[in-house]
């Protein structure tokens, strides 16, 4: 693991920067993702193998009750308000959860991805040596 740098190396962008723009932990360049949520295979700019991180699914279920919990407190403040009908709320709060969950994935995602880089953890692999 000798491509792992210290939590100081010069160059690198600080990791709420990082996390923001989806930035490989390496090289800086802003090829995280090759989806929405999905993480590219590895860097196109320095080939740094994404895949041997291992982020899981932790994000997608805490973010999922945190969104839910403070778009049904906003949806019951709006309709203990002002009483809207009921399509109101599905235009107002459907692409608020969308963009809640899904941009929330991306940040936390690669967050931990970025965290897991400069702290060298990464997924075990068993090479057969041991037996």
Known sequence: M????PNN????????????FAMCPRCGERTLFDGPVKFA?????CNLDFARFNVGDGP???LTMVVGAVVVALALWLQL???PPWWVHVLLWLPLIVVGVVGGLRLTKAWLLITEYRH?????RHDGTDL
């Not at 000798?2 to 740098?5: H, R």
């Not at 295979?41 to 700019?45: G, L």
């Not at 060298?120 to 075990?124: I, L, P, S, V």
């Open 2 to 5: 000798t491509d792992i740098p």
């Open 9 to 20: 190396s010069k160059g690198q962008p600080a990791i709420g920067e990082a996390a923001l």
């Open 41 to 45: 295979d590895q860097c196109i700019a």
């Open 60 to 62: 997608a279920a805490f």
């Open 81 to 83: 308000s002002a009483e």
């Open 120 to 124: 060298g953890a990464e997924e075990h």
